[in-house]
């Protein structure tokens, strides 16, 4: 469920070291080959506006039908 996929990636991901000198200012693009709940584009995008990116944006190839 996406509530729980949102919770496991909490924090998983993390620009570290000399990246973060890169990352600051920039503009970022997440590239995800499908996206099924979002979770993994979202975290991805927290992390890098927290090392100070700019923009941030997704690419996707493909996504999951949306449950309602």
Known sequence: DRAQRAANLAG?????????????????VVVDDVVTTGATLAEAARALRAA???????ATVAATPRRL
């Open 12 to 28: 998983a991901i993390d620009v570290s070291g000399p990246w973060c000198a890169v990352v600051r200012g920039a503009a970022c």
């Open 52 to 58: 100070g990116a700019e923009h941030v944006v997704a």
